[in-house]
């Protein structure tokens, strides 16, 4: 399948127990990872939504805002989103792009990996308590 046609198909994956909802739609410049992600095979699940990101990336929409509303992740998970966090960093080098990551005024621990991740990322990032 044609990468860069593959970008242009809506993603939509509806959240489960152990998944995060996900939607990475280009055409309404929408791109959110939500609440809890710990699959029995992180890596595995992601693929898709990495290759997704990657065909996308070869042409984005000139301003991307990328929203991470988690609630819980296990590491394998954070590795995923940290690989989605250096693709976005690889496009921010070309495009506007814009990491937002929201938590929970009294989730303290999800506060900090935001820090963490604002840290080590060079693209503009947002902590944002709601």
């Known amino acids: 399948m044609n990468e860069d046609r593959l970008s242009m198909n809506p993603v939509f994956i509806e959240a489960t127990q152990d998944t995060p909802s996900i939607i990475l739609n280009r055409a309404t410049n929408t791109f959110i990872i939500a609440e809890r992600s710990y699959p029995e ?47 976005l960093e690889e496009l921010s080098k070309n495009k506007n792009v814009i990491i937002r990551w929201y938590f929970k ?25 709601y």
């Open 41 to 87: 095979d992180a890596y595995e699940f992601y693929i898709p939504v990495l290759h997704w990101i990657e065909a996308y990336c070869k042409a984005a929409n000139d301003s991307t805002v990328f929203e991470f509303k988690l609630d819980y992740f296990n590491t394998t998970s954070s590795k995923q989103i940290f690989k989605i966090m250096l693709l």
């Open 105 to 129: 005024g009294t989730d303290r621990e999800m506060k900090t990996h935001g820090e963490i991740f604002s840290k080590i990322i060079t693209t503009s990032f947002e902590l944002i308590e």
